[in-house]
């Protein structure tokens, strides 16, 4: 059923969450390729007109921060060796949340899955989701998966799966 899944990542270790979900998926759909995806955004420069950063210094840390990313991916490229059938790294740059649709859309992709914070209130108007925009942007279907532990559950009982419950 799904023979593209694309997979973004940001280096940490709760988006690297997802992996294991992916490699079942994989495997269970015979899924003829996994991408994964990093986003690199653009550097945000100071407002402060006392600080100037110059275009090849702005080049140089983009290129760095390029590289790292392929670096990275490639890493968990040759993690997943064995596991799933064909793995391979992307790295886009621009917004995330406009990056990764645009991506999925573009390039055929059958599935998304992205893990997400869970976070509500307050800290997710502060810090948004780029899960939830891709969510709501990506045509293709989109697997939402929350760390182990993640206490959403704890602070909103209702939304437990039986037996999962605390008190």
Request: charged share 20%; proline share 6%.
């Amino acid at each position: 059923m799904y023979q593209k899944i694309m997979v973004p990542l940001d280096g940490s270790a709760l988006a690297e969450c997802v992996l294991p979900h992916v490699t079942t998926l994989a495997q269970a759909c015979g899924a003829g390729q996994v991408v994964l995806v990093r986003v690199v955004e653009p550097v945000h420069l100071p407002t402060d007109p006392g600080v100037a950063i110059d275009a090849s210094t702005l080049a140089r840390i983009e290129t760095e921060q390029r590289v790292e990313a392929e670096k990275y991916l490639q890493d968990v490229v040759k993690r997943l060796k064995g596991v799933v059938d064909q793995a391979k790294a992307e790295v886009l740059f621009g917004i995330a949340a406009d990056a990764l649709p645009g991506y999925a859309s573009a390039h055929g992709v059958d599935l998304i899955v992205i893990a997400t914070h869970g976070r509500s209130g307050i800290s997710r108007w502060v810090w948004g989701s780029v899960a939830e925009r891709v969510l709501r942007a990506a045509c293709a279907p989109v697997m939402m998966v929350r760390p182990a532990g993640c206490p959403v559950a704890c602070l909103h009982p209702e939304a437990a799966v039986a037996g999962e419950r605390t008190t």
